[in-house]
C-alpha cells in the first residue's frame, strides 16, 4: 500500500510549553516512522535549530501534511496561509476550545496512525 503522506510539517503556538512539548514528541515520533518533518520556523530552535526551519509557505509548497499544534486560532492563521496549496491540515488541541482540532495531546500517537495509514474523512469548503 502506498504512503499517504511524505513530507510533514510541524506548525505550533510559540512560546508555549505545552505546545513545545507536544511538538518535541510529533517530531520523534515522525522521524521514527521514517517522515520527513519540516518545523515552522517560530517554533523550530529547540526542535531543529534554525538552520533546518521553514516558513509557512515552505511547508504549504513541500509537505502533504500539516499538524497544527495549538489552539482554534492557530489553526485558522496556518490554514489561512496553506489554503493556497493542497495540504491536509489537521490539529492538536492546546488551547482552551478545540473545536478545530482533532487530537488530544497526550494521546494522539493512535488517531496520528490512522490518519497516516489513510484512514480519515476531509472536509473540503463547498
Do not use: W
Not at 509557512?56 to 497544527?68: H, S
Not at 486560532?73 to 493556497?84: F, K, Q, T, Y
Amino acid at each position: 500500500m502506498a504512503q499517504v503522506f511524505n513530507n510533514i510539517g510541524l506548525i505550533g503556538k510559540p512560546n508555549h510549553k505545552g505546545a513545545a512539548i507536544t511538538l518535541a514528541k510529533l517530531h520523534t515520533f515522525l522521524t521514527a516512522l521514517g517522515y520527513q518533518v519540516y518545523v515552522e520556523n517560530r517554533v523550530a530552535e529547540p526542535l531543529v535549530g534554525e538552520e533546518f526551519s521553514s516558513s509557512l509557505v515552505e511547508i504549504g509548497r513541500n509537505c502533504d501534511l500539516a499538524i497544527v499544534v495549538g489552539g482554534d486560532g492557530n489553526m485558522l492563521g496556518a490554514a489561512r496561509v496553506l489554503a493556497r496549496f493542497d495540504i491536509a491540515v489537521i490539529g492538536v488541541n492546546r488551547g482552551n476550545l478545540g473545536f478545530l482540532t482533532d487530537l488530544d495531546p497526550d494521546n494522539f500517537e493512535r488517531e496520528l496512525e490512522q490518519v497516516l495509514a489513510g484512514k480519515f474523512s476531509e472536509e473540503r469548503p463547498p
